[in-house]
């Protein structure tokens, strides 16, 4: 692979870790445990993840062209996306004594980062685009309106 090709696979990294930081901006205005970087890790990691299996794929078969061997894209997502569930899952909190739970939101956040930069990598940007300002949206305006309609000890976040 030569290096406009890594240049171009690099591009779509910086892409997914910018798009996962926009969702980290929010969670930080918000004064949450993952912020910024956390996502663009998470976006950027999952960008590089897919890609590189994508490498190998290519790289296996030129190396090795008369043997017989297997992928399954989907195998490699649904690994990624067990992994960045237990960071999500790390970030979630149960306060001792009450049924409040924390920053459950958060941890969808990076989980829906994950998924930002899953499709990046596969080439979906306006998708992840997407995907990215509709997580902002919902994390803002929802917030409004249960602070204006949820009683307070019932807000999970």
Same mark, same amino acid.
């Given at each position: 692979m030569d290096y406009i090709q890594q240049l171009s696979i690099l591009g779509l990294v910086v892409i997914a870790g %910018?798009?996962?930081?926009?969702?980290?901006?929010?969670?930080?205005?918000?004064?949450?445990?993952?912020?910024v970087r956390t996502h663009m890790f998470v976006a950027s990691s999952a960008a590089a993840l897919? %890609?590189? !299996?994508?490498?190998?794929?290519?790289? @296996?078969?030129? !190396?090795?062209?008369?043997?017989? @061997?297997?992928?399954?894209?989907?195998?490699?997502?649904? !690994?990624?996306?067990? *992994?960045?569930?237990?960071? *999500? !899952?790390?970030?979630? @909190?149960?306060?001792i004594g009450s049924a409040n739970i924390r920053n459950l939101t958060t941890a969808a956040s990076i989980f829906a980062t994950?998924?930002?930069?899953?499709?990046?990598?596969? *080439?979906?940007?306006?998708?992840?685009? *997407?995907?990215t300002l509709f997580v902002i949206i919902v994390n803002l305006l929802i917030m409004k309106v249960e602070k204006n309609l949820v009683p307070k000890e019932y807000t999970r976040e």
């Amino acid at each position: 692979m030569d290096y406009i090709q890594q240049l171009s696979i690099l591009g779509l990294v910086v892409i997914a870790g %910018l798009l996962g930081g926009l969702i980290g901006v929010e969670r930080e205005f918000s004064h949450k445990s993952a912020g910024v970087r956390t996502h663009m890790f998470v976006a950027s990691s999952a960008a590089a993840l897919v %890609l590189i !299996a994508n490498y190998l794929i290519d790289y @296996f078969a030129f !190396a090795h062209p008369f043997a017989s @061997f297997q992928t399954d894209p989907i195998r490699i997502i649904q !690994a990624i996306v067990i *992994g960045f569930s237990f960071i *999500g !899952a790390g970030v979630i @909190f149960k306060d001792i004594g009450s049924a409040n739970i924390r920053n459950l939101t958060t941890a969808a956040s990076i989980f829906a980062t994950t998924a930002v930069g899953i499709a990046v990598a596969v *080439g979906l940007i306006y998708f992840a685009i *997407g995907i990215t300002l509709f997580v902002i949206i919902v994390n803002l305006l929802i917030m409004k309106v249960e602070k204006n309609l949820v009683p307070k000890e019932y807000t999970r976040e």
